[in-house]
Nanobody, 115 residues
Framework: QVQVVESGGGLVQAGGSLRLSCAAS????????MGWYRQAPGKQRELVAR???????NYADSVKGRFTISRDNAKNTVYLQMNSLKPEDTAVYYC?????????WGQGTQVTVSS
């Protein structure tokens, strides 16, 4: 099995920055995908950004140029640096990792951006 544990999040004013971290543990194979999703009240969960163990990255159009995803393969940890935050970025952010037959989700961390 695979487990992921998130940290970071909180309350920030518009234009501010936050950094999320997510550590995966368990049956981690060489190739895996780690990413961040978010879900705002009344909306569906959506992809924010994801990165493969080989370094391929995808971003949602809404965060391009503001958010940066990175990872430390030695630590099985993924980071999401969020800059120029907007009120519409307010959501619960979930870490996800897909490795082999496993698709693991974190418990979610709240990010609130005040205007």
């Amino acid at each position: 099995q695979v487990q992921v544990v998130e940290s970071g999040g909180g309350l920030v004013q518009a234009g501010g920055s936050l950094r999320l971290s997510c550590a995966a543990s368990g049956s981690i194979f060489a190739f895996n995908i780690m990413g961040w999703y978010r879900q705002a009240p009344g909306k569906q969960r959506e992809l924010v950004a994801r990165i493969t163990s080989g370094g391929n990255i995808n971003y949602a159009d809404s965060v391009k140029g503001r958010f940066t995803i990175s990872r430390d393969n030695a630590k099985n940890t993924v980071y999401l640096q969020m800059n120029s935050l907007k009120p519409e970025d307010t959501a619960v952010y979930y870490c996800n990792t897909v490795v082999g037959p496993y698709d693991a989700w974190g418990q979610g961390t709240q990010v609130t951006v005040s205007s």
